[in-house]
């Protein structure tokens, strides 16, 4: 038998993303190092589907219908080259390898190019939605060759989400590393989304002094409106969940937080395009943070904390902080779409920004009713420089903030730390600023640096030097940005 696509890789993600295409109508050859992983997947949750298996990739190959289509579902990183390294003598002009994993968008881009020179195909793409995702659905952001999207776009959109009216959360990206950077900017909203919630959970908790069932079903009434969405979800779950002890397992989760790596990434992408990503990379410090559990305990115990207990209208403090939350979401977007902007500059990448929103509409983990608003945005204005500036979001916006405003106070006057929140305002407030102080910041940089500074009654572009002292001569450095 001749089979559509082959798969390397059957863990968690590449096993369900078999099972997805199988019952799809697509037949499968599967390959991992150890055949008995590879046996008890045939004989198992694989039997009577058109799913073969080897343990050899070059027997994997010969299994394939031409042009192959190869899948690779394993570690990002030098696996990935490896891997890559075992198929190219195997494979003829035409083939295409595709990386389904969380690879680097510049190791995407890299072998974009490497594998072109061979007469190859390569797509990197971003693959969403966890194990229920890869089994039903997931989102799926392709970028690389575009020769090659249409040799798999049958098969990607074939085992894709579908929202509500049919549309597929599955599309093509853009070129080299399109695909794989806006997965890992997806990565770096899902940080955001996380830590909001968290520290809404927070402020409940330690603030309010609500029970996890109170929170629980406070969370399931937010996932009823426009906060409605995959973590929101799950997040009522978790608090309403008991283990076999009857108790609340939450309570007993050791609260200190792990990552693989792409949040990171997001946040090193903005550093290198100069973008202001302040939320997501608070999301990334504050999981560094909670990783020093010992030192926290420490600490605790010499800057002791005394919550005041709440005072007041709680439902109507809970509508503050929904409120809150939404804004905060709101922002955490924009910067990840002003992200993706930059980047579509310096690539050239043509990104379809209403479309990424529609793939991340359904099937991944930061699905939610909101996307909506921001594929709408982008419909009526393709160029849209910033989300804020997008009539919804104006009004919303307008309507919402002083809600951030009274949360992030309570909170800070209790000592309870919402780092996520406050950068969302800080941004907020700094973006929808006409003047900001950094007049007084490109002085003292020309002071001891001569590094110069524009003007206000000069063009842009102009660039000037003064002698503050008299005694630092004319002498200017190289105006430049990094």
């Given amino acids: ?27 499968v050859a599967v390959n ?9 997947f045939i004989n198992g949750r694989a039997t009577g589907l058109p799913i073969g298996g080897t343990d050899d990739v070059k027997t994997l190959v010969s299994m394939l219908k031409k042009p192959r289509k190869v899948m690779l579902m394993i570690k990002a990183g030098h696996p990935v080259d490896q891997v890559i390294e075992q198929l190219i003598p195997l494979l003829d002009e ?12 510049h190791d995407t881009t890299r072998r974009t190019h490497y594998l072109r020179e061979k007469g190859l195909h390569f797509i990197g793409t971003g693959v969403s939605g966890g194990e229920e995702g890869a089994l039903t659905g997931p989102s799926i952001m392709p970028g690389g060759s575009k020769e090659a999207w249409p040799l798999v ?47 809404a959970y927070h402020i409940m908790k330690d603030y309010l002094g609500m029970s996890n069932d109170e929170m629980s ?166 160029t849209l420089n910033n989300l804020l500036l997008d009539d919804y979001f104006k009004k919303t916006m307008t309507s919402i903030i002083p809600d951030l405003r009274v949360t992030l106070s309570h909170a800070i006057l209790n000592g309870i730390p919402v780092p996520a929140m406050s950068s969302a305002l800080a941004y907020f407030d700094g973006y929808t600023t006409e003047k900001l102080p950094a007049n007084l910041l490109q002085a003292q940089r020309d002071f001891f640096g001569a590094h110069t500074y524009e003007r206000t009654d000069k063009k842009r572009g102009e660039f000037f030097h003064t002698n503050w002292t008299g005694r630092g001569g004319n002498t200017s450095s190289t105006t430049y940005n990094v």
């Fill in 217 to 382: 079903e406070t969370f399931k009434t937010w996932n009823q409106g426009v906060l409605d969405s995959y973590l929101i979800e799950i997040t009522y779950q978790i608090l309403a969940y008991k283990d076999e002890s009857g108790n609340h397992l939450i309570d007993v989760i050791l609260d200190a937080a792990g990552q693989k790596g792409t949040g990171k990434w997001t946040a090193n992408a903005a550093l290198e395009y100069g973008v202001p990503l302040t939320l997501i990379a608070e999301s990334v410090f504050s999981r560094f943070l909670s990783a020093l559990k010992d030192e926290r305990i420490e600490a605790s115990k010499v800057y002791p904390k005394h919550i005041k207990p709440f005072e007041g209208d709680k439902a109507l403090f809970l509508d503050h902080l929904k409120n809150a939350l939404y804004a905060a979401k709101i922002l955490s977007y924009t910067q990840g779409y002003a992200l993706m902007k930059e980047a579509a500059h310096t690539y050239a990448w043509d990104l379809n920004y209403g479309g990424i929103a529609l793939m991340w509409r359904g099937g991944c983990i930061i699905r939610s009713v909101f996307l909506d608003k921001i594929k709408a945005a982008y419909d009526t204005n393709p």
């Fill in 32 to 40: 991992s190092r150890k055949i008995e992983t590879v046996n008890t």
């Fill in 94 to 105: 035409g083939d295409v390898i595709i990386d389904g994993g969380n690879s680097l968008y």
């Fill in 153 to 199: 776009k049958p098969i990607l959109q074939g085992i894709a989400a579908k929202v509500e009216d049919g549309s597929v959360c599955c599309d093509w990206v853009g070129e080299d590393g399109a695909g794989h950077f806006v997965k890992m900017v997806h990565n770096g909203i899902e940080y955001g989304d996380i830590q909001l919630i968290t520290e």
């Fill in 1 to 27: 038998m001749q089979y559509d696509i082959g798969l390397i890789g059957i863990a968690v993600m590449g096993e369900n993303l078999a099972l997805n295409m199988a019952s799809k109508g697509f037949s």
